[in-house]
């Protein structure tokens, strides 16, 4: 018989901030915690660039030609998180690795914990490129 819990808050019982969840098998656990997304965004980078989805973003800025920077709306604890991105240079075309493929890099050096920063370059000719898909996510811990 299938149950339904329906809650509002989950808290961890001997650390409020702590969920150990059973895996597959249940041979392991995870913490819930650790694997949440902690932000993410998709944005149009062509023309004058707008957000069509966020989570825990506050705000974008296009930085240069086939570079946005995506500021969060909660700061992560430290910058040792993972940001991952994606970009296609038109929506709904597979443009990875052909002549008009993209590559996407960490757009600065310096990682800090109120935003991050991708580029976007142009596989073919090797230069930047405003994107009209383009979007990332960030794993680690919120502050």
Not at 34 to 58: E, P, V, Y
Not at 119 to 143: F, K, T, W
């Amino acid at each position: 018989m299938a149950s339904i819990l329906k809650v509002n808050t989950f808290t961890g019982a001997s650390t409020a901030g702590s969920i150990a969840v059973t895996g597959e098998g249940n041979s392991t656990t995870t913490n819930l915690q650790q694997g949440l997304c902690k932000h993410w965004i998709n944005i149009n980078g062509t023309g004058t660039i707008a957000t069509r989805d966020s989570f825990n973003n506050s705000s974008i800025t296009d930085v240069n030609t086939g570079t946005y920077k995506f500021t969060f709306s909660n700061n992560m604890a430290n910058d040792d998180f993972c940001a991952a991105s994606i970009g296609k240079m038109n929506r709904g075309t597979d443009n990875n690795g052909g002549s008009n493929g993209v590559n996407t890099s960490d757009g600065e050096d310096a990682v800090n914990t109120t935003d991050f920063t991708v580029a976007y370059i142009n596989v073919a000719s090797q230069s930047d490129v405003d994107v009209g898909y383009a979007g990332g996510h960030v794993r680690g811990d919120l502050a």
